[in-house]
C-alpha cells in the first residue's frame, strides 16, 4: 500500500510538471510575443543597471587614485613610486569599464592620457609625465561629474539622484559649505 501511494505521489508530480512545461510551451503566440516582450525588457533594464554599476564602480576607483597628487608633484618635477600603479590603474579601469555612449569619447581620451602617463613614468621621465597627468587630473573632473548624472539619474533627489536645479545651480568647492562663504578648499 505504501509502494502505490508513493507511486501515485509520483505520477501526480509528473502531471503537474508536465502540465506547466506544455502550457508554458505551448501554441499561443500571442502569450510568448508578450512574454518575449516582457524578457527583453528586463534583459535591457538588468543591462542597463549592470552598466551604471559598472561606471560607478570605475568613478569610485577612479576617484581614489592620487591624481591630484600626481599631477602636482609631477609639475613640480618629483615622481613617487606610487605613481605607476596608480597610472597603470587607470589605464586598466577606462579601457575595461563598459562607458555609456554619451562618455565613449570623453573615456577614451581621458584613458589616452592614462597612457601616456604611463609611458612617461615606466620611461622615467618626469617631463614628459607632467602634460599627460594634467590632462587626466583635469579631464576626470569634468568627466566625474558625468558619470554620476548617468549613475543617478534614476534617483530621487532625496536618495542622491539629480534634481531639477542641479543643472542651475553649481556645485560648491570641497570644503565649503553652501551660502557660507567660506573660501574654497585649495584643490
Known sequence: MALHKH????IIAIVAVTSVVAA???DDT???????TASQASVEQLSARVQRNEMLFASV?????PLHAMDESLAEGTAESTF???ARSAVRIFALTDWD???KTEADTLHGHAVDLLKALDAGDVDAAKDPAHELHEGYH????????IVTKDLPPDAGGVSPHDEEAATPAAGTTPNSGSTPATH
Open 30 to 36: 500571442k502569450n510568448a510575443d508578450s512574454s518575449s
Open 61 to 65: 576607483t577612479i576617484g581614489a587614485l
Open 84 to 86: 605607476v600603479p596608480a
Open 142 to 149: 569634468d568627466f566625474s561629474d558625468k558619470v554620476w548624472a
Open 7 to 10: 507511486t501515485t505521489s509520483i
Open 101 to 103: 555612449p554619451s562618455l
Open 24 to 26: 508554458a510551451c505551448g
